[in-house]
């Protein structure tokens, strides 16, 4: 642990703007990095996901999807958190980096089986969707800071005040869409262990649920979106937020209804071609359009 934290460290910064969860926050009180965390065992585990172009060998569509590469065989050595239902808490980033892609932030919650204690709990059941941040600003860049999450090192939400008491998985996201015209969303995530008590009795019915992976299709114009047109609504991916009640609740209203420019702009290789998140999008002979 201390080991790969130190050699992270070392390699962060040279690697533009990939990042890793590993912080919970309580209450604005900031724990231990892994303490409730789950690690992953991948070689460079701030890499993303990704369906096409994999940084190592993980994409969406394999289990580990639910909380990264390896993350299970952390959880005997990851705490379990006790957090009151309705308390603020935040996801963040290790080794003081920010989210410098655009793209959405979200929040998903997995109840442990009865009888089941969280650091048992694989996630492949159930999840539901407790926050979600898209574009806040639609006067600003939708290639950097119209979106809320963007340069900032934490998620922040809210658990829900009726969730019932017990052992759940939350699991925090960043998606990077920067490459998704090009099929090439980039999903950062972990999972933190935590302990619900003060709860209620509310539960989200199953069209708030998808499970991982599958809930995620290569498919989804969530994951095929293009930044490089000038600003649009961006559909958010995943089920509506559940915020209390047996119903799916609405979303938080960050996504914006507004203008829907569809892109038809000049000039948006050479504006890609600034961004250096993918080395081998230099080689790429021809941009492709969604
Ligand atoms: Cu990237």
New binding site residues.
Partial sequence: MKLSLLVSAAIVPLV???YFFDTLIIDGVETTPNQYVRSNTRPAKYN?TKWKNTRDDMTPDMLDFRCNKGSFTFAPQTETAEVQAGSKLAMKLGVGATMQ?PGPGLVYMSKAPEGSAANQYEGDGDWFKIHEEGICDTEKDIKTDAWCTWDKDRIEFTVPADLPDGEYLIRSEHI?V??AHDGQA?FYYACAQVKITGGGTGFPSTDATIQFPGGYKQDDPSFNFSVWGGMKEYPMPGPPVWTGGTESGSGSGSAFNGTSADSSSTGETQEEEKHT??RRRRRRARHVRQ
């Fill in positions: 533009s703007a990939h993303p892609h990077g920067h490459g980039e998140c993918s």
